[in-house]
């Protein structure tokens, strides 16, 4: 039925609508702020702690229970995290394989959670938790402990919860604990009950089989005592530098005891979503002071034989981080610090434990400052956000570098073609948690994710797609992006639509295979046809060689793109009419004779992750 409306009843409408709009905010996070005092035992690598939480509630809804991760629990034999651990190690990897007993474990974990003793299983137990004096019931679910709250939290609001616990610190197998292979004494990252973040998806209540992390924005205040013979570092800001006579600024200066037998480090750590610190007798630092960037740190276990790898180091990332503002974006803390510690590289806020003074390792474990500690996404649902785009990020900064813009192309898609070419490839939207074998997830989340982004620079251009990093940096650095949001930045930067491509890259496993068809002569015009042979659709760069040596670039965008790239080099360029997804085969024509061609090349910058690049390119014989 249609009824007439009057100009008041118009107005009425248009403003509400418009009310409507202007109060769509931006998306909800949960706010936290951690107030955390230690006192740890080194003699029985022990400690009791108290958390002191106020933890605001920014969601529409109404929570009658919270989450908190107790991580240290998984290093106990029989745990969720020993049980898979042991079940993929009996995997059997064919062809190709990376380990040479082609068993898929992850070496660092193997089984050795099961041999652990009673004084190297790793706990944590929070022995009493209240809300404004009243004590919450609790449920473990061994890595994750459920609080039914006795009174819930309202939209909008803030509650302070206070916690008491207890840990052992777990002899270090994974990421996290003491002395590890390099003799460094405390490791300690995921060492505090650690609210889970709630989001719009609800509860991410991830129980700890190996994998990724999550974790609510907020500010930490950290106090720790410890034995006066150590040094602590953290991913932070010491704040009583003074009083301990230590000055970050001046290394070398002497640690100065405070009264008894330890002394009290206190950190603080702003805008952050966790907080890792590290402790050692034997701890050296260096530093590097740049002139438009944080102060670094540089701690490590003193050994006068690597010395100079630390130094050379140290060096290195001093020079790599002005190609990391002006390509990814400024680092926004004071201060970022490598620690000598872990089982490999571990990332974390404001600082990373690293095994070795790796290069290449240093660089890749700083880049995730930016994919995951700023751009905070979920990366036990979207690890190739983290890995890949990591990954694609350092070994740029390492290409540049070296001025070898080859150096980093090659390995990503080595990786991906020897996961397609494996048979063991799962989408790259699996869980992390759950993918079927160790070397799916490794290859997807890193050299899948890699190619994603070099891809996308075949798709919209380098150029479009160096601005993408940079519009998604100021759009979501301290918030908590999604594979949409990514794709809706590039979409806005390139003017193309985009959301074809995540669907075929990332949630499912289908490939691309493009090759040059016949050669034919009509109405004066040579015309040449391709074949699409892979299951997923691509636009496509087509270099024609004559020769006289000039060359011809025809460019035939793919038509769910709705959009053109723009020329990305010198070559004179035709852009031919869109090449509709369902078709298999396209034909375009140069006015060029067919006598003086000399080659035809698709995708000649190999950035298409084609899985047969046997078929790109036809050669004339003369």
């Known amino acids: 039925m249609r009824k007439n409306c009057k100009p008041a009843c118009l107005l009425f409408i248009l403003t509400g609508m418009l009310t409507q709009l202007q109060a769509q905010p931006d998306r909800w996070q949960q706010r936290i702020k951690y107030k955390i005092d230690v006192d740890m035992n080194v003699e029985t690598n022990r400690f009791t702690g108290t958390e002191k939480l106020d933890y605001t509630n920014n969601s529409p809804d109404t929570l009658d229970r919270v989450f908190f991760h107790l991580y240290w629990n998984a290093f106990q034999p029989g745990s969720s995290m020993d049980v898979r651990s042991r079940v993929l190690g009996q995997t059997r990897i064919s062809e190709p394989s990376r380990r040479s007993d082609g068993l898929d474990w992850d070496a660092r974990v193997k089984d050795r959670i099961q041999h652990l003793t009673p004084d190297e299983i790793g706990y944590q137990h929070v022995t009493r938790i209240t809300i404004g004096g009243v004590e919450q019931p609790v449920k473990m679910h061994e890595t994750i402990l459920e609080v039914n709250l006795t009174k819930p939290i309202l939209p909008h609001s803030t509650v302070q919860m206070d916690l008491a616990f207890e840990a052992q610190v777990p002899k270090q197998i994974r990421r996290s604990g003491r002395d590890n292979a390099e003799g460094i004494r405390y490791s300690m990252s995921q060492w505090y009950p650690k609210m ?51 000055g970050y600024e001046t290394p070398g200066t002497t640690i100065k005891p405070q009264k008894g037998d330890k002394n009290l480090w206190k950190w603080q750590a702003y805008n952050v979503h966790d907080f890792v610190w590290a402790a050692d007798p034997t701890y050296k630092m260096i530093t590097r002071t740049l002139k438009e960037g944080p102060l670094l740190r540089f701690v490590y276990k003193a050994v006068d034989s690597l010395e100079n790898r630390w130094q050379k180091m140290a060096d290195t990332a001093a020079l790599a981080y002005p190609i990391i503002a002006r390509t990814f974006g400024p680092y926004p803390y004071k201060t970022y610090t490598f620690i000598q510690g872990g089982d490999g590289g571990m990332e974390y806020p404001m600082a990373t434990l690293i095994k070795s003074a790796s290069v290449g390792t240093a660089l890749h474990e700083w880049m995730h400052s930016w994919y995951q500690m700023m751009m905070g996404t979920n990366e036990s649902l979207y690890p190739w956000m983290d890995e890949g785009f990591t990954d694609y990020a350092s070994t740029r900064v390492q290409a540049t570098l070296r001025n070898a813009p080859g150096f980093w192309y090659t390995g990503s898609y080595r990786g991906y073609f020897a996961l397609v070419k494996s048979g063991l490839e799962e989408p790259a939207s699996t869980h992390s948690d759950h993918y079927n074998t160790n070397f799916a997830y490794s290859l997807a989340a890193y050299s899948k994710g890699a190619v994603f982004m070099s891809q996308l620079g075949y798709i919209v251009s380098d150029s479009i797609r160096d601005k993408i990093l940079l519009e998604y940096y100021r759009e979501w650095r301290f918030k908590h992006p999604n594979p949409n949001d990514f794709i809706r930045v590039a979409e806005k930067m390139s003017h193309m639509e985009l959301d074809w491509y995540k669907e075929y890259w990332i949630n499912s496993t289908k490939t691309i295979d493009y090759g040059v068809g016949d050669i034919n002569v009509k109405d004066g015009l040579t015309m040449i046809t391709l074949h699409r042979i892979g299951q997923m659709p691509m636009p496509v760069d087509v270099l024609l060689t004559f020769k006289d040596g000039t060359q011809e670039m025809h460019y035939i965008p793919m038509n769910l793109m709705y959009g053109d790239k723009p020329a990305e080099n010198a070559i004179p360029r035709t852009i031919h009419n869109e090449w509709n997804w369902t078709s298999p085969d396209y034909t375009f024509g140069t006015k060029r004779g067919i006598q003086e061609l000399k080659s035809i090349e698709i995708d000649p910058s190999m950035r298409m992750a084609d899985v047969n690049r046997s078929n790109n390119k036809l050669v004339i014989p003369d």
Do not use: C, H
Request: no cysteine; glycine share 12%.
């Open 196 to 246: 889970v973040e709630y989001d719009y998806q609800g509860w991410n209540a991830n129980p700890y089989i190996a994998r990724e992390f999550y974790g609510v924005w907020g500010d930490f205040d950290v106090n720790i005592s410890i034995d006066k013979k150590y040094m602590v570092t953290a991913g932070g800001d010491l704040q009583n530098a003074n009083e301990l006579g230590f």
